[in-house]
Structure formats: structure tokens, C-alpha cells
């Protein structure tokens, strides 16, 4: 069974820790392997660091700004995925991330496809995402749903050292106020 549980800081913090922590390092692996850029010197301290401190600038992903949900499958953590708003009608996916051991079964698209339901409910009729260049799975699942590649947008949070490696997407939507 997949379920979609809506994020609280307060009792999921050290699971979205856990599993951002395991998201940008893969995100730290790629970009050494690919690009000889290292992430953790960009960042100025260690990964699971980082993931801690962001962890507070996710309330700007929870109601009424955004969404976030943890993704389970059999009650056990297979991934998770956000969506925040950028403007009154542009939402940006963000965090969208499933673990290895759960890839090539199709969640990526379950996942992306809820969270642009409820950015269609939040009244986003524009939603954009920024995506790795070796993200090929991800890019391919964002293709299929409509995505279009696009020029950078300012409020991407891509670190200026890898930006011009990284792809930019956005996609029409159609609204479907709550």
C-alpha cells in the first residue's frame, strides 16, 4: 500500500533529516563523480549538517505555503517530495527524492503526480522544478508529465558553482481550486 503522509516538523523531523541527508549525498556523489565539483566545500560543512539546518526552512513547504509528504510503501520510507510556493499561481517542486531500493517501480510518478494535484488545488497554474543533469530517471518522468526545460529562474536555490550544469523545467496547469 502507498500512502502519502503530510509532513510535521515536530514528529518527522529526524526522518526528513535521515532522508535529506541521503538525498544530497547522492547529489554530492554525482556531482564529484561527473563534474569534479565538491558539494561539501561549496556548503562549508558536512551534508548531514546541512540537512539539519534546513530542516527549518521547510515550514515554508507546509501549509499554506506548500505541501511536503513523506512517501510509504507497507508503512516503511521509500521517499519524499515537496512543493512550495514561489508566487500567487507559480509552485516549485522541491526534494523530490526515492530511495534506491525503491526506484524502477513507478513511485517517482505516483509521487510527482500528487504533488501536481495539490499544487493544481493551491491554484499554481505554472509549476517548475530544477533537476541534475544526472538525474536521467527523474528528468524522463518529468518529460512524460509535460515538462518543459526552460532557462534559469531566480529563485531556484542551485548554488552558483553548478548552475549552468543544471536543468530548469515548467509545466502548465490547470487550476483546480479546493
Known amino acids: 500500500m502507498i500512502e502519502f503522509v503530510p509532513i510535521d516538523i515536530t514528529l518527522h523531523k529526524n526522518k526528513l533529516?535521515?532522508?535529506?541527508?541521503?538525498?544530497?549525498?547522492?547529489?554530492?556523489?554525482?556531482?564529484?563523480?561527473?563534474?569534479?565539483?565538491?558539494?561539501?566545500?561549496?556548503?562549508?560543512?558536512?551534508?548531514?549538517?546541512?540537512a539539519i539546518e534546513s530542516v527549518d526552512k521547510f515550514v515554508s513547504f507546509l501549509p499554506p505555503e506548500g505541501f511536503y509528504y513523506i512517501l510509504q510503501?507497507?508503512?516503511?520510507i521509500a521517499g519524499m517530495g515537496a512543493l512550495r510556493k514561489l508566487y500567487d499561481n507559480i509552485g516549485e517542486i522541491k526534494r523530490m527524492y526515492i530511495k534506491p531500493e525503491y526506484r524502477g517501480k513507478g513511485l517517482?510518478?505516483?509521487?510527482?503526480?500528487?504533488?501536481?494535484?495539490?499544487?493544481?488545488?493551491?491554484?499554481?497554474?505554472?509549476?517548475r522544478l530544477d533537476t541534475g543533469p544526472f538525474m536521467t530517471a527523474a528528468q524522463h518522468i518529468y518529460c512524460l508529465a509535460g515538462f518543459k526545460v526552460r532557462d534559469e529562474y531566480p529563485e531556484s536555490e542551485?548554488?552558483?558553482?553548478?548552475?549552468?550544469?543544471?536543468?530548469?523545467?515548467?509545466k502548465k496547469v490547470h487550476v483546480n481550486n479546493r
Open 17 to 50: 533529516v535521515e532522508l535529506n541527508t541521503q538525498y544530497l549525498s547522492w547529489i554530492a556523489e554525482q556531482l564529484m563523480e561527473y563534474y569534479s565539483i565538491d558539494l561539501i566545500s561549496i556548503l562549508g560543512k558536512s551534508i548531514h549538517q546541512y
Open 73 to 76: 510503501v507497507e508503512g516503511k
Open 108 to 127: 517517482g510518478k505516483v509521487m510527482l503526480k500528487k504533488l501536481l494535484k495539490r499544487g493544481s488545488e493551491y491554484g499554481y497554474s505554472l509549476i
Open 158 to 170: 542551485v548554488p552558483q558553482e553548478f548552475r549552468d550544469i543544471w536543468l530548469y523545467m515548467e
